[in-house]
């Protein structure tokens, strides 16, 4: 974000905000803005699936706690998605919320990164593939001239995400949250992958999202 002067209105690169609301084609898989409301649901997919996301999510590395979900919804469903920081959606399929997904600009102008994390009893469904098909799809919307996902390098199911949708590997990277948050060494390596799709590719979400036979995680 370029420097203003003060009072005068912020601009995002790329401009604009993504829709509160989203679904694909099925419209069995919704997401949407994160709300304050919220804090029960979120709470129960993140605690019951804190030995899984406790090896590569440096958040869940202690415990998840109703006061940490919370701190993540004041945090993430009004400020961070007013300003324009980041954009994060409550996955939701059959009724209830599954996990977490969200658009980030912390790559450099013109480009957003998608993240997410999926309940462990919704695993194997195509949930995290589908969302992020969804928010690639809502990057390039408002102008992105690329999207990004990384991930672990030993987070081989994460990895299957941006490779059933077409991303271009672009290969190890240092990773951006501290290594020495996880509870136990081994538990994450030290290099994140990173994955890029273009907006002259976008047609590959088209294309492989929506062969079911791709779609595991």
């Given amino acids: 974000m370029s420097d203003k002067a003060a009072g005068a209105p912020e601009q995002l690169d790329p401009p604009g905000q993504p829709p509160e609301r989203l679904h694909d084609s099925n419209e069995d898989l919704v997401l949407r803005r994160w709300r304050t409301t919220d804090t029960d649901a979120l709470y129960a997919a993140a605690s019951t699936s804190i030995v899984e996301l406790s090896q590569w ?115 190890q990277v240092p990773p951006l949250d501290a290594v020495d948050e996880m509870p136990a060494p081994g538990m994450r390596s030290p290099k994140d992958i990173l994955w890029q799709l273009d907006s002259t590719e976008a047609r590959m979400l088209d294309s492989k999202a929506t062969r079911s036979e791709l779609l595991d995680i």
């Fill in 57 to 171: 999510m440096p958040w869940a590395a202690k415990g998840y706690t109703k006061a940490d979900a919370e701190d993540f919804l004041a945090r993430r469903a009004g400020p961070a998605w007013d300003k324009g920081e980041d954009y994060s959606f409550a996955i939701i399929t059959e009724g209830r919320i599954v996990g977490s997904c969200g658009l980030m600009r912390r790559i450099g102008p013109g480009g957003l990164e998608i993240g997410y994390w999926i309940a462990s009893d919704a695993t194997g469904r195509g949930v995290a593939t589908r969302a992020a098909a969804m928010l690639a799809r809502a990057a390039f919307a408002l102008g992105a001239d690329r999207v990004q996902i990384r991930h672990d390098e030993a987070n081989e199911r994460s990895a299957g995400v941006p490779r059933r949708l077409g991303f271009r590997c672009l290969g």
